[in-house]
């Protein structure tokens, strides 16, 4: 292949009007290499925080099954990919250097010859996303942990998962998986992680609350080591301490480990219990139930039940009903469907709970509804309906 000289670059330049002094010195000639293809790569547009976790020899790691949409994750977040077409042609050329990377030697303008190993004209572009973990807990409800195999029973081995597991199959970041396998109060067993099944876990709590009340503990102080030991006869060492750390907070004081209970989560967890059989509770009833199984000492409160139980005030008599904010859609417009299938108006606060989880960093409960909902008034109260009719 013939190469340019200087002088046919010069007379390039006169013939397009270009002025020599206003270019670097540096002039790259640029010639289509051997094995030209744009099959072979695949460009990514980085911002500078996810390259410089690069260039610490950190990884990137895409994740997500077959049928599931592509998402990209560094340690700590998730991204999307999606491709972004250019109507400037991409060119990879190994080695080239920009010009303020260039040391030019010479005095005076020279030519360089560069090849062109493949070129693009779209490229992946890296969105902030949240990561998607309600399958997460599906999956690991597959097999819930039930407590230890009684004596002479095998253990269902079956849809276990170790952590490596997990990341294979859930889009998310190990760091954010970490944190919801905590939210969603799981457990590592035998190098697997297992929820527990929800009433084995009460049974747990039940035995704590229960010793708590006949050692007349507060239950912002209870010793941990003489927890573990009144209670080792019943259940294994570890899931009580498992649950301590699910309804509790851990502190030291004079080298020993304590726990505070903490109220909002075990008023929540009895409420969970008394609601998960029944489709609808007559509310007053509930609340007299709720206050009497809870604790003594601890005061229920509706607040407690945000993403977790829906009140009907329209219905005669009032009545509550179970509704988890993690059982609803993840994508936004199929949540808000969702939503107004359930109830066709929605005042802001019992809305928002069961939204507030799809907000961006930047993003506010009140931006979704503007986006998803229409806002009316309904005897002077600002209430949220669909923007368009709800197959029901």
């Given at each position: 292949?013939?190469?340019?000289?200087l002088?046919?670059?010069?007379?390039?330049?006169?013939?397009?009007?270009?002025?020599?002094?206003?270019?670097?010195?540096?002039?790259?000639?640029?010639?289509?290499?051997?094995?030209v293809?744009?099959?072979?790569?695949?460009?990514?547009?980085?911002?500078?925080?996810?390259?410089?976790?690069?260039?610490?020899?950190q990884?990137?790691?895409?994740?997500?099954?077959?049928?599931?949409?592509?998402v990209?994750?560094?340690?700590?977040?998730?991204?999307?990919?999606k491709?972004?077409?250019?109507?400037?042609?991409?060119?990879?050329?190994?080695?080239?250097?920009?010009?303020?990377?260039?040391?030019?030697?010479?005095?005076?303008?020279?030519?360089?010859?560069?090849?062109?190993?493949?070129?693009?004209?779209?490229?992946w572009?890296?969105?902030?996303?949240?990561?998607?973990?309600?399958?997460?807990?599906?999956?690991?409800?597959?097999?819930?942990?039930?407590g230890p195999?009684i004596?002479?029973?095998?253990?269902?081995?079956?849809?276990?998962?170790?952590?490596q597991?997990?990341?294979?199959?859930?889009?998310?970041?190990?760091?954010?998986?970490?944190?919801h396998?905590e939210?969603i109060?799981?457990?590592?067993i035998?190098?697997?992680?297992?929820?527990l099944?929800?009433?084995?876990?009460?049974?747990l709590?039940?035995?704590?609350?229960?010793?708590v009340?006949?050692?007349s503990?507060?239950?912002?102080?209870?010793?941990?080591?003489?927890?573990?030991?009144?209670?080792?006869?019943?259940?294994?060492?570890?899931?009580?301490e498992?649950c301590?750390?699910?309804?509790g907070?851990?502190?030291t004081?004079?080298?020993?480990?304590?726990?505070?209970?903490?109220?909002?989560?075990?008023?929540?967890?009895?409420?969970?219990?008394?609601l998960?059989?029944?489709?609808?509770f007559?509310l007053?009833?509930?609340?007299?139930?709720?206050?009497?199984s809870?604790?003594?000492?601890?005061s229920t409160?509706?607040?407690?039940?945000?993403?977790?139980?829906l009140?009907?005030?329209t219905?005669?008599?009032?009545?509550?009903?179970?509704?988890?904010?993690?059982?609803?859609?993840?994508?936004?417009l199929?949540?808000f469907?969702?939503?107004?299938?359930?109830?066709e108006?929605?005042t802001?606060d019992?809305?928002?709970p069961?939204?507030?989880?799809?907000?961006?960093?930047?993003?506010?409960?009140g931006?979704?509804?503007?986006?998803?909902a229409?806002?009316?008034?309904?005897?002077?109260?600002?209430v949220?309906n669909?923007?368009?009719?709800?197959?029901t």
């Amino acid at each position: 292949m013939e190469t340019r000289t200087l002088e046919e670059v010069q007379a390039t330049l006169q013939i397009a009007k270009l002025k020599e002094e206003d270019l670097q010195t540096t002039i790259h000639c640029l010639s289509y290499g051997d094995n030209v293809s744009s099959a072979d790569y695949c460009l990514m547009e980085l911002d500078d925080t996810l390259c410089k976790h690069i260039e610490a020899g950190q990884s990137l790691v895409i994740r997500g099954d077959k049928e599931e949409r592509t998402v990209l994750c560094s340690g700590d977040k998730t991204y999307d990919l999606k491709i972004a077409d250019t109507s400037n042609l991409l060119l990879f050329v190994p080695g080239c250097k920009t010009p303020d990377q260039l040391t030019d030697s010479q005095n005076g303008p020279h030519v360089v010859h560069t090849q062109i190993w493949g070129f693009s004209n779209s490229y992946w572009e890296l969105r902030k996303t949240r990561p998607k973990l309600k399958k997460l807990k599906q999956i690991l409800m597959e097999n819930p942990y039930e407590g230890p195999a009684i004596r002479g029973q095998e253990e269902n081995t079956e849809n276990r998962y170790t952590m490596q597991d997990l990341l294979d199959r859930i889009q998310a970041s190990e760091e954010e998986l970490m944190s919801h396998l905590e939210t969603i109060h799981a457990c590592q067993i035998d190098g697997y992680w297992r929820m527990l099944e929800f009433d084995y876990e009460m049974r747990l709590l039940g035995h704590v609350t229960q010793l708590v009340d006949c050692e007349s503990w507060s239950f912002d102080k209870i010793p941990l080591q003489t927890c573990l030991e009144e209670l080792a006869p019943l259940e294994p060492k570890e899931m009580i301490e498992h649950c301590l750390n699910c309804y509790g907070n851990r502190f030291t004081e004079n080298d020993k480990v304590f726990y505070a209970l903490h109220e909002d989560k075990v008023c929540r967890g009895v409420a969970l219990m008394l609601l998960q059989n029944a489709v609808k509770f007559n509310l007053k009833d509930f609340q007299e139930v709720w206050q009497q199984s809870v604790p003594e000492g601890m005061s229920t409160r509706l607040d407690q039940l945000k993403s977790v139980a829906l009140v009907d005030r329209t219905s005669r008599p009032e009545s509550i009903s179970l509704l988890r904010v993690e059982e609803l859609p993840e994508e936004p417009l199929e949540r808000f469907n969702q939503l107004f299938t359930i109830r066709e108006k929605w005042t802001e606060d019992d809305i928002t709970p069961y939204i507030q989880d799809l907000c961006g960093e930047k993003q506010t409960s009140g931006a979704l509804l503007t986006k998803y909902a229409r806002s009316s008034l309904l005897n002077g109260v600002k209430v949220f309906n669909s923007r368009r009719p709800v197959a029901t």
